[in-house]
């Protein structure tokens, strides 16, 4: 158990309908990282928030947004949603100290039908 | 920019040794990683590499050469649970530091 945690494990929607994943931080870190990983595919760093602030932008559609809350939660907004959005999303937390290490919540598997 | 190879991947035998080998390119760099990855689960951490030289922890070591922009991971004993892939990580400096991860290496044990 990495200490991060997701909700939903599980998600399935429907083709353009509009869905929130939730994740909180390890206790004690304040960067949170969002990626999604479709079907034997790499992981896609999407966004990253650093105590409340959007630190560094990857490959993040406009259809989807995050945010980090002032309790360091955080939650991905995915919008309009298509078919190629189906995959798994994961939250990351990384360290305080020098080395930045990321640990990964077991993650959200969003299905779109 | 910053760049990463690794083998897609290798098969090795329960028992053995195997060495997944990672190149990268990178400015600034300030670490890398290794993470395991079963089949539909979250990637967990397994080590890191700031400075050259080796670091073992168990049945697994990771090697790092800065002036190479190249690490390996190496397993020993292999057992049929290491079956999964293993993404090589680096931290470098494009703007602000960020981590980008390859694409992983898929690993299968066979009896």
């Known amino acids: 158990d990495s200490g991060v945690t997701q909700t939903p494990k599980h998600l399935i929607t429907a083709t353009g309908q509009r869905v929130t994943l939730r994740c909180s931080p390890r206790?004690?870190?304040?960067?949170v990282y969002w990626y999604q990983q479709s079907l034997d595919q790499g992981l896609q760093f999407l966004i990253q928030?650093?105590?409340?602030?959007?630190?560094a932008k990857g490959n993040i559609l406009e259809r989807f947004s995050a945010q980090q809350f002032p309790d360091l939660h955080s939650e991905l907004n995915l919008s309009s949603l298509e078919l190629g959005d189906s995959a798994l999303y994961f939250c990351?937390?990384?360290?305080?100290?020098?080395?930045?290490?990321?640990?990964f919540g077991p993650g959200t598997r969003l299905t779109v039908l | 920019g910053q760049n990463i190879d690794q083998p897609t991947e290798m098969t090795a035998t329960e028992g053995a040794i195997v060495q997944i080998n990672c190149t990268y390119q990178?400015?600034?760099?300030?670490?890398l990683f290794w993470y395991q990855q079963h089949a539909g689960e979250a990637p967990t951490f397994l080590s890191y590499?700031?400075?050259?030289g080796l670091e073992e922890k168990g049945r697994f070591s990771s090697f790092l050469s800065r002036s190479k922009g190249y690490s390996y991971l190496l397993l020993k004993e292999l057992q049929m649970k290491d079956s999964a892939s293993y993404l090589c990580?680096?931290?470098?400096?494009?703007?602000?530091?960020?981590?980008?991860f390859g694409a992983g290496t898929r690993l299968f044990v066979k009896a």
């Open positions: 206790s004690g870190d304040l960067s």
């Open positions: 990178t400015s600034g760099f300030n670490g």
């Open positions: 990351a937390s990384s360290t305080r100290d020098s080395t930045d290490t990321q640990y």
């Open positions: 590499n700031v400075l050259d």
């Open positions: 990580a680096v931290r470098g400096r494009t703007g602000g530091f960020k981590t980008i």
């Open positions: 928030y650093y105590n409340g602030e959007e630190r």
